[in-house]
């Protein structure tokens, strides 16, 4: 997004998502509201401020507003694998269904696009899944949203309802961040609920600032 030559503006768009970076938050909303009209995005993420200016400003009414945190992994890169396992083509539709029962990762993404952009990703090897599994079915996952040779980030992260308040998340959190920290990557995270939160601080994460997603409504 440019104003006079000067740019005010990125959009990096993946898929059925959208990123928008703005220091000063000084681009044409009329422009940007044309674009979301046009691609109808199931997710966008900014800043705090970026998010809290589009949804007031967005003439598209099918939005939801969420704000969260980014954090930063500050724990242990000696933690033990223990049960921890690589995810198989066989159980991402079991992981899908664990994260519809997150309103605030499932409500961005259609069933099973959702599914198939997992997959991809980590037949592509662009990241990584681990889960722990009970009876052999999925109950517990986290993946990396996106990682390079230098930095990483982790999300998807859920559990069974009939698992919770166990300590798996905490746990497969931290297995998957001290992975990373062994590979060299400072390792980032973003929730966006209170229990979330409780979850990444007890797996070793700091929050670094307040960020924000729009996301199309369930209806």
Do not use: W
Not at 11 to 16: D, R
Not at 73 to 101: H, M, N, P, T
Not at 115 to 136: P, T
């Amino acid at each position: 997004m440019l104003d006079n030559d000067r740019i005010v503006g990125v959009i990096l768009k993946y898929k059925t998502g959208m990123h928008v970076f703005s220091h000063d938050n000084t681009f044409d909303i009329n422009e940007f509201n044309d674009l979301v009209l046009s691609q109808h995005p199931d997710m966008i993420c900014a800043s705090k401020d970026t998010a809290l200016l589009l949804i007031a400003k967005l003439e598209d009414s099918s939005y939801k507003l969420e704000i969260g945190y980014v954090g930063m992994y500050s724990g242990s890169d000696s933690i033990d694998v223990g049960e921890a396992l690589k995810a198989r083509k066989r159980d991402f539709k079991e992981i899908v269904s664990l994260l519809y029962q997150d309103e605030g990762i499932g409500a961005s993404y259609d069933k099973s696009v959702l599914a198939q952009q997992l997959f991809e990703r980590s037949r592509q090897r662009y990241s990584r899944n681990l889960v722990f599994k009970r009876d052999n079915h999925v109950v517990s996952h986290v993946c990396t949203g996106a990682e390079n040779e230098n930095l990483a980030v982790v999300s998807g992260l859920v559990t069974d309802g009939r698992y919770r308040g166990k300590g798996l998340a905490s746990k497969l959190l931290q297995i998957c961040c001290s992975e990373l920290l062994n590979e060299g990557k400072k390792v980032y995270s973003i929730y966006y609920t209170q229990a979330a939160q409780h979850t990444h601080h007890k797996g070793g994460f700091v929050d670094v600032c307040e960020c924000g997603k729009l996301f199309l409504k369930k209806h």
